[in-house]
């Protein structure tokens, strides 16, 4: 044993060895690249539409509180709001 590995030993480090040439990182990279692009494809798009939704419920909620007008208004809304969501392109 070299003093290295005897000093690596004494101290509980472990050992280091050589990296092998070659194509450990070009696996590695092609990997990363492969799962950046399946998780774009995955991840959903961003949207107002669930924003617009709780803003509308929000509507409904206040008119069933207060007048039968904002009711309406809300579910027109809410019904605007989820037809909007449906139909996004993704």
Partial sequence: MSEEQD???VSGQPQQTPAKAGGSK????SKSKSK???EQAISPQQSVWPFALAFALAVLLIGFIMHPIVLGIGVVLVAVAIIGWGLERR
């Fill in 7 to 9: 000093q690596n030993q």
């Fill in 26 to 29: 070009s696996k590695s990279k």
């Fill in 36 to 38: 950046e692009a399946q």
